[in-house]
């Protein structure tokens, strides 16, 4: 077998699950790409191939046994770093970090391991998952940034690395990656998804979600991590739902609301106009595309957004700031110095902007499926001194609705558009199943010109 | 049928539902109790006589027809002055909103009069649901205070003006003027109940619920109030439970963890050796009584709990105190004062805190049914310039877990002594299984000596 990098989770899954594909096959292949791609990439802190063979061994030999954890036995996943692995270095790529060894799995890491995936090593991030850049590059070009702050695990799975990452939103940390490369990311509701264990960037806004190629990989990893963890404050009882089914099913065509505002007028002329061209395609399929309109504020919530982060950032880097200032990061510094300058009520006041704008939006969105926009303003610049802009990403992350972005084409100068669909709180199946109908449609293929 | 007025909740519903008992002559005989009462205690902010008449003869027709809306048809309840009644002045007992006339009943007014209460009207609270002491009086000793601060809705149910009423805690502000009165306060588990169109004092800690004679009395009323509601952010979706049948079941004697870390040492010698007498009395009756020992910092919350108090306040309070300074009572404005200097990574930490507490306690609380602490340090002080100290209160308050306050005897001054139990979150039918229980066997019947 050919070429077994590009298998996504769902192709791979269906040819373990009828033994016709070895997890350590796919495995050595992964290494064996990791390996040639990483001096032009720099995906990972932490690859232990011989764990990695490892994982796949003992997976193997469960099926051996008869043993079959489901969709994801098998699958190879990349850790961003912020997610506390047992025994395995955990550094938020930060130096105060550089030698920490947690003692236990972050949840979301438990979730995986029991659902069968072989955890094949730690994938870059941000300092701290904030704005400074990382070393990873974009396989679509090595000029321009992967985004942020999942970087690695963004490049990684457009570079067929691994079909599949996890990584974590805050602002815009696992759609922009993902859009900026290529590939699909997915964002579940605030409190879906337990982030025990993951450190943190700011409490209230933090969700945690996978990085895949296809609509269908993302619901089947969040059909894992899915449900409620007493162990984080955040996390909903909620019922779950059955999200491979929402995006495997046969969809009907969505009720998809179109955001002009705002989002026009921050966007590039060729974002603007792609994302029109995108919108006819749906259309013309028979989906029904309105024009969403709403009386809430988009840059007010910017600002309470970037309020909220830079307190939250301040109060869980107190200790480790007030000692070792200069081992932060510029973008990070600034953002806890004018957390440190903020006074409360202000911070109160940026959440009650944020929940006046939940509730506005909600209201407003109730009668389309999704709220459609492009992913980013432009695709990913050619300037590796930034990870690019969150602003089409982070209102959502404040409201904490669940959103996934879709590649939808490529740019003039080579690097991928996408699409970001938007549902309401706990709204992921009817989410997924309107992004895998739009997948169909927009039937992007195209893999970025990486080669071995 | 005299003594109307001592009729529990309980027992008037009983007799309303074989039809021995009209809602109209129940509703005339507390009118009239509260005209004679109205100067010595000073319940009442509006009390309408005609239209709490017209309100029971509604419910008396309906009765008439063959509707019977349940355990809470034709039952007179006052509600604090900070619930919206639509049409009915509410003024938070503020100069500022002295002229208030909500378009919208609050959520859980709505859902009192669905459940057939008839709001007989709006009891006395102190300004905002502060600290600053209100004219009510306490009915067992006219210079004492009422504690605060649902002052009204507690002294008016003590007095026997009416058998249950709305309150809501922040601090304290249900269990201890239901202390000092010698009734029952229950405060439901954070967002069980909704507190929409109910005046905010501080957003994260705001819990509404009601005070009555009785722990099945308390828990007819939560019957009617508990479940989701989407106007409310803070509402759980959490399934509700049948609380009336958790208290008036046949309840095992509960395992009681005793809280003396912090709680002996906060008392005076009267109330801490009452409250041992009355675990002593719990455990010749089977109850299993154990001390119950935590890692938790009761000092460090508490000061976690007035920073949150006092910048929430100050965000609530923002416009109206930029304009109206003086309008504001002496001690909300200083909370307000201290509110608007701090900064909110302070804020943000006192929010850590509350959560490092609330999972350290919930922990150690794992193996007992429900906690127990004297409810107050002292009875009611001799001093109408305060509203007593929340300290006994706001931990739990703090936390968001349910708790309740009985009777459970007299001071040697005449004022009542009351015992707090506490559960875990959402817990309310154990709490009220295990309340109940504990009021059977402390077996308090005394009423306060007001004339008419």
Redesign the interface.
């Known amino acids: 077998m050919t070429n077994l990098h590009q298998l996504t989770v769902t192709q791979a899954s269906a040819l373990i699950a009828d033994r016709s594909l070895s997890p350590v096959s796919l495995m050595e292949a992964l290494l064996t790409r990791a390996d040639a791609l990483e001096p032009a990439l720099h995906v990972w802190v932490t690859l232990d191939p011989d764990a990695a063979l490892e994982g796949a061994r003992r997976s193997e030999r469960e099926l051996e046994s008869g043993k079959s954890r489901g969709p994801l036995h098998g699958i190879p996943i990349a850790l961003k770093d912020i997610y506390n692995t047992k025994g395995v270095l955990t550094t938020a790529c930060s130096p105060i970090y550089a030698d920490y060894v947690p003692d236990h799995d972050a949840h979301s890491v438990a979730l995986l391991r029991r659902a069968g995936t072989v955890i094949m090593g730690k994938a870059v991030t941000t300092q701290f998952a904030s704005g400074d850049p990382s070393p990873t590059r974009n396989p679509w070009n090595t000029a321009h940034t992967p985004g942020g702050s999942s970087s690695g695990s963004a490049a990684g799975v457009a570079a067929r690395i691994f079909p599949a990452a996890m990584g974590s939103q805050t602002g815009g940390s696992i759609l922009r990656p993902a859009s900026y490369n290529g590939v699909v990311g997915l964002k579940p509701t605030y409190g879906r998804v337990s982030k025990h264990g993951v450190f943190p960037l700011a409490w209230s806004l933090d969700t945690v979600g996978p990085i895949t190629r296809s609509v269908e990989d993302a619901a089947i990893v969040l059909d894992a991590l899915a449900g409620h963890d007493p162990k984080d404050?955040s996390s909903?009882?909620?019922p779950v739902g059955n999200y491979r089914r929402a995006a495997a099913g046969n969809a009907r065509p969505p009720r998809v609301g179109y955001v002009s505002q705002f989002f026009d007028a921050n966007s590039d002329d060729e974002t603007r106009a792609h994302t029109r061209a995108a919108l006819e395609r749906l259309a013309e399929s028979d989906a029904d595309v309105v024009d969403f309109t709403t009386v809430a504020d988009f840059e007010e919530l910017a600002a309470a957004h970037s309020?909220i982060i830079a307190?939250?950032a301040?109060?869980i880097h107190?200790a480790d700031f007030s000692v070792r200032p200069d081992d932060f990061g510029p973008r990070i510094r600034a953002s806890i110095e004018r957390?440190?300058l903020?006074?409360?009520?202000?911070?109160?006041?940026a959440q009650?902007t944020r929940?006046k704008f939940?509730?506005a939006i909600l209201h407003d969105m109730a009668d389309v499926d999704v709220l459609l926009t492009p992913s980013t303003p432009a695709p990913a610049p050619r300037d590796l001194t930034t990870t690019g802009d969150m602003i089409f990403q982070s209102p959502w992350t404040t409201c904490g609705f669940p959103a996934v972005t879709l590649p939808s084409g490529l740019a003039a100068n080579g690097l991928p558009l996408g699409v970001q669909l938007i549902a309401a709180p706990f709204a992921e199946e009817r989410l997924l199943s309107a992004a895998a109908w739009c997948e169909r449609i927009l039937a992007f293929h195209a893999a970025p010109p990486v080669t071995i």
């Open positions: 404050p909903s009882t909620r309020i307190v939250e301040a109060g107190e957390g440190h903020t006074p409360a009520v202000a911070y109160v006041r009650r929940e939940r509730r």
